[in-house]
């Protein structure tokens, strides 16, 4: 990724910040770190590897797509997969509403502040906007920091099921970084049936 501007930093230090008091903590790459910090530096680091020259609307969206979401737990909806997926749009809106004042103490203009908002909601995938960027990169994060935990306490059916939906959101070019995830060789197992 290209050098950081002193803005694109202070935005990212204030999101990390943010994301750094997440009570929930993963092992990644044998450092035990808050798990939205963890899911904001990967994210950030698979937009570099997907986009080189990716803007600072896209680094900055992949860093906050997870912003402060321990705040509003999974719990805290009803079970199944139509509360879920509730869940997890209402958890982008907040994203978005979060980073705007984060986003102007930094110094963007609203231009900028508008399209972080739009990466984060990704209402339309597409790869032309950068939501499908975005996507790759919070699919390749999830896949690194969850995806053993999601292994062990799914069923084995329901679990080959997530990842192939997992899968199916994400482009060629990100699908072939997956083989770079570290992974215990259980959840490398599951990814490689699910794959198949």
């Known amino acids: 990724?290209?050098?950081?501007s002193e803005r694109l930093s202070s935005a990212i230090d204030a999101i990390d910040a943010a994301n750094a008091e997440d009570p929930n903590t993963v092992v990644v790459r044998g450092e035990d770190l808050p798990l939205a910090l963890a899911h904001g530096r990967l994210a950030s680091e698979w937009v570099g590897r997907l986009v080189p020259d990716a803007d600072d609307a896209l680094v900055l969206a992949a860093r906050a797509h997870h912003l402060r979401r321990w705040e509003v737990p999974r719990s805290s909806y009803p079970e199944g997969r139509a509360a879920y997926l509730r869940w997890r749009r209402d958890q982008k809106d907040r994203h978005a509403q979060e980073v705007v004042p984060i986003l102007l103490g930094a110094g963007y203009d609203e231009a900028t502040v508008n399209r972080v908002q739009v990466l984060l909601r990704r209402v339309r995938i597409d790869e032309a906007s950068g939501t499908q960027t975005i996507e790759d990169a919070a699919c390749l994060a999830?896949?690194?920091?969850?995806?053993?935990?999601?292994?062990?306490?799914l069923d084995r059916d329901t679990l080959l099921r997530a990842l192939r939906r997992t899968a199916a959101k994400m482009t060629p070019a990100a699908l072939s970084l997956v083989a770079e995830i570290p992974l215990d060789d259980s959840a490398r197992d599951a990814l490689t049936e699910a794959l198949g």
């Open 142 to 153: 999830f896949l690194e920091t969850q995806l053993a935990d999601v292994a062990a306490r």
């Open 1 to 4: 990724m290209r050098g950081l």
